[in-house]
């Protein structure tokens, strides 16, 4: 059975699965690109070759961005089938981006290493991603051009991901569930909610921001703004991490909001009160301030 892609074609995003012509060119083009990456280039997962040139392409299909805008974030949903399954159903496999710094959650990132995240974490126009039915993705914007100097890696902690499921599956269906343009523009059907977690999680950042301004503008102790972050995100320092929000129903056309807003308040005062442990009281009060000024974008529904 051939797979059945759901792509945002009116937005210019593209799914091309292995039953076209143009799916075999490309992914030879990825695998190429992964054989010769550019000096300064971020490190990849050590099986991340053999992954792609072993896999069985049934269970992928190539993302191609036809939009004159980067990509910032994908969020999609492969619809499965288990070999192991006697009772026919399919299983929903879901793959959000979260809310890590970005180029639409720039709080933090700066100068260097936000240039580094503009073009390693995005999906420029004209570039292409592998999508693996396990949620790896492979590919980069050196198939539109090669990174500046300023673009390269210098160092530090890279997350990478290739491990392949351990039961057989049988993928039956890839939808894109939600695309957020580096401009904030979202187009999809945004069942996972990943416009709630985004905008979310900026508005809460922005508050926290302006405690921090005023308590620097009129003189308040280091110990009253910290208890003010805690009242404004009912995030109490020492508490574990919050669980995150429930998972949305798919049946339902979209997640509560609620449950998903409370989580990103207090996931923003999390941060703010590990930014003290780790940095100290003044520290951690100037980069929150510091929030205030990131360009976010301008979040809007195409």
């Keep these: 059975m051939a797979l059945v892609c759901e792509d945002l074609a009116r937005y210019g995003v593209v799914l091309l699965p292995p039953s076209t012509a143009k799916y075999f060119e490309l992914l030879a083009d990825i695998e190429h690109r992964l054989q010769n990456r ?7 997962d050590d099986n991340a070759l053999s992954r792609i040139s072993e896999h069985d392409t049934s269970g992928s299909a190539i993302l191609v961005n036809q939009a004159h805008v980067a990509i910032a974030s994908v969020a999609y949903i492969w619809s499965i089938w288990p070999f192991a399954a006697t009772d026919g159903r399919v299983l929903p496999h879901c793959f959000a981006p979260g809310t890590n710094p970005s180029e639409l959650l720039p709080f933090g990132l700066v100068g260097r290493t936000r240039r580094f995240h503009a073009f390693w974490d995005t999906i420029f126009p004209s570039s292409k991603r592998l999508l693996m039915c396990d949620g790896s993705q492979f590919g980069d914007n050196t198939d539109v051009r090669p990174p500046a100097a300023d673009e390269l890696w210098h160092g530090g ?3 990478t991901s ?12 890839l939808t894109l569930d939600g695309i957020f343009f580096v401009d904030g523009g979202f187009a999809g059907p945004n069942r996972l909610g990943s416009w709630e977690q985004t905008v979310f999680a900026a508005e809460g950042h922005l508050p926290c921001a ?5 308590a620097r503008s009129k003189g308040a102790t280091p110990a009253e703004f910290f208890v003010q972050v805690q009242t404004l995100t009912g995030r109490t320092e020492g508490a574990p991490m919050p669980p995150p929000p429930p998972p949305p129903s798919l049946e339902s056309k979209s997640p509560d909001p609620e449950p998903i807003r409370k989580y990103e308040q207090q996931m923003v005062g999390w941060r703010v009160l590990d930014m003290r442990q780790r940095l100290g ?14 360009p976010v974008p301008k979040f809007h529904k195409l």
Excluded at 38 to 44: L, R, V
Excluded at 210 to 214: G, P, S
Excluded at 281 to 294: G, P, R
């Design 38 to 44: 550019p000096k300064g280039a971020p490190p990849i």
């Design 157 to 159: 902690f890279v997350w």
């Design 162 to 173: 290739s491990e392949a499921m351990s039961d057989p599956l049988k993928p039956l269906k």
């Design 210 to 214: 302006a405690l921090a301004r005023e």
């Design 281 to 294: 009281d003044e520290a951690a009060i100037a980069s929150t301030e510091a929030w205030a000024d990131a």
